[in-house]
């Protein structure tokens, strides 16, 4: 059952009124007392449902989202998600178009955006490549009042409205703290493999692991990073290489192309122990956790970030403000024993 305002008035032990204040951001409660409703928002999992009050309201928001149009299979989740909120969009006075791009391709994106801005949507939701262009390119959409939303990998510098996102310094950082915990002492060498260091949050990710591993497991030494542009084909043969390392102690997957990975080393013909850890659950990961392939996948919950997208475009669209505990998006951590 879903948490209503009364759960949230029981778990804060305060009046409906209040909550009421809390959620529309409005004046007159206490800053403690606000912390107290807001935390019970976010240990409830409660998602104000705005679509009543947007009916009620007879607004209509016309929404963009920008998406790289490679295969990889957490990509294609997200789009599928897009698309299924386009679907029963009627339902909350929205409409939706999406625009594919090519992965990591800055121009592409650049000129996506532009086609965005003339068509004067509500709002724009897109992956981003970091570069100055794309960052200009939001920065003008800004300008003209149009809130815009960073997915998956934020934006350096720009002016972009929020990010619906996990925190992927703190992904890289757990994934590097239960690669130690799994080789157990051992040293030797790791690899990461990345899509491209174009991407924020690739970046993000190697930052976090790299500190921790240096920081906590000297023992262990990262190898330069294998840039396989979410390329199963491109990441297998990057990963079969790597595998040649009699050294070779442990494997961390920070981007996509995980079906690549999963090839190369259901391939490899010796039985060193090698710890891997990868990102996205998707049915390709979960079978490779279950056959011992992979030792632990981080996930992020696509639906949700997509839904966070919508909820903050039309959120700045009528001018308020986003509550934060709503919008977090949580890192989560598939083993074996606890697929879903």
Do not use: C, W
Not at 146 to 167: E, F, N
């Amino acid at each position: 059952m879903k948490p209503t305002v009364h759960d949230i008035a029981e778990r804060a032990g305060v009046s409906l009124a209040t909550i009421d204040r809390v959620l529309n951001m409005r004046p007159g409660v206490h800053a403690a007392t606000r912390a107290r409703v807001e935390a019970a928002i976010a240990e409830l999992g409660y998602v104000r449902d705005i679509a009543a009050a947007n009916l009620a309201k007879g607004r209509n928001y016309s929404l963009v989202f920008i998406l790289p149009g490679n295969d990889n299979s957490f990509m294609a989740t997200l789009r599928a998600e897009v698309r299924a909120a386009a679907a029963r969009a009627h339902l909350e006075r929205t409409a939706i178009r999406v625009i594919e791009v090519p992965p990591f391709n800055a121009a592409a994106l650049t000129e996506a955006l532009e086609v965005a801005r003339r068509e004067k949507p509500s709002g724009v939701a897109f992956v981003a490549t970091d570069s100055e262009d794309v960052a200009e390119a939001a920065d003008r959409l800004a300008e003209d009042g149009i809130a815009t939303v960073t997915l998956v990998s934020d934006l350096s510098g720009s002016r972009r409205d929020h990010y619906a996102g996990v925190d992927n310094a703190a992904a890289g950082r757990t994934a590097a703290s239960l690669m130690g915990r799994f080789l157990s002492g051992r040293g030797g060498d790791v690899a990461v493999v990345a899509g491209s260091m174009l991407v924020r949050d690739h970046r993000e990710r190697l930052e976090g692991f790299r500190s921790v591993i240096e920081s906590e497991f000297p023992q262990l030494r990262l190898l330069p990073v294998l840039e396989g542009k979410d390329d199963p084909a491109t990441v297998e043969a990057l990963v079969g290489g790597a595998l040649g390392n009699a050294a070779l102690s442990g494997v961390y997957s920070l981007g996509a192309g995980n079906r690549g990975l999963i090839r190369a080393l259901r391939a490899r013909g010796d039985d060193r122990p090698l710890s891997v850890i990868a990102h996205e659950l998707t049915e390709n990961t979960a079978n490779a956790l279950r056959e011992g392939v992979l030792d632990a996948v981080l996930n992020q919950d696509a639906g949700h970030e997509v839904r966070s997208a919508i909820r903050v475009l039309k959120a700045r669209a009528d001018g308020l403000p986003v509550i934060a505990a709503q919008e977090r998006i949580r890192i989560d951590i598939f083993l074996r024993d606890n697929l879903p």
